[in-house]
């Protein structure tokens, strides 16, 4: 057939439009199966939704005692230390880790080794290494400065690699001609290519664990989540409410901070 009598057709995956239509009603009763199996039944739905509307009047207008105000404030700074500590020092374990996951630089063995420990850091969910500390060393912001250190090493690592991998090799090389040492060669060859990403990058981090601190206190690990937990076990919602707004304000600054800095780099 001439090319000029082809009729343009959108590309697609699939073979054939039946195998394209059987796909899709598989997603769909996957979907409703899936919901039915977890329990989202409509009127249970609807009911939720009746009791949560007059619960939100419980939660309002929000009120604490001054006592419970700089029990706060302390917490909320607890929070903001643990996340400053944590960012600090997940950074400084990710930079080496994240070269020698970098596939363009690292030996094969030492490659796989480093990518595989990226992947298990970042396969567990951050209350998850938080309830391990806390049965390792017991409660307190200690634990949680290794749960946020933890989660910062997977998600930094794996990130400053990936843009390890796509530098240009060009001038990695052309320094490597004039007889630079290996250090010398990461130095000046690789590290002025990454430096605005990775400005960003540890930025967009304290941002992430900045949240992750006002969370992880709910399973003891410090900061104001203790805090949280102990005024929905006494049923104390509008002291919650007061908790939840100190969170919701530091929460924006960091995130305020975090987008000026990054549009600083980018």
């Known amino acids: 057939m001439a090319a000029g009598n082809r009729t ?5 995956v699939f073979p054939r439009r039946g195998v394209k239509w059987a796909v899709y009603a598989g997603i769909v009763g996957f979907f409703v199966w899936s919901g039915f199996g977890v329990g989202a039944d409509p009127g249970r739905i609807a009911q939720g939704l009746g009791s949560a509307a007059s619960l939100v009047g419980d939660f309002l207008p929000p009120t604490a005692t001054p006592r419970q105000a700089q029990r706060i404030l302390d917490k909320m700074l607890e929070s903001v230390a643990m996340a400053m500590v944590s960012t600090l020092t997940g950074i400084v374990l990710s930079v080496p880790i994240a070269f020698m996951a970098a596939e363009n ?18 396969a567990f969910n951050a209350i998850i290494v938080g309830i391990i500390a806390v049965k390792a060393i017991g409660f307190g912001p200690l634990a949680g400065i290794l749960t946020i250190t933890f989660k910062t090493v997977g998600f930094f690592s794996k990130l400053l690699a990936e843009d390890i991998e796509d530098i240009d090799m060009g001038s990695v090389d052309a320094v490597r001609a004039v007889g630079a040492s290996p250090l010398q060669t990461l130095l000046y060859g690789v590290v002025p290519q990454i430096i605005p990403r990775f400005a960003g990058l540890s930025v967009y981090r304290w941002d992430i664990n900045i949240r992750t601190s006002t969370i992880i206190g709910i399973v003891g690990a410090g900061g104001i989540g203790s805090v949280l937990l102990t005024a929905f076990n006494r049923y104390d919602y509008q002291y919650v409410t007061a908790i939840l707004l100190a969170i919701i304000a530091v929460v924006l ?9 990054r549009r600083r780099y980018n």
């Open 8 to 12: 343009w057709e959108r590309p697609t």
């Open 253 to 261: 600054v960091a995130e305020g901070v975090s987008a000026v800095v």
């Open 105 to 122: 630089l690292s030996p094969k063995p030492l490659y796989a080794i480093n990518r595989g420990f990226i992947s298990i850091s970042r």
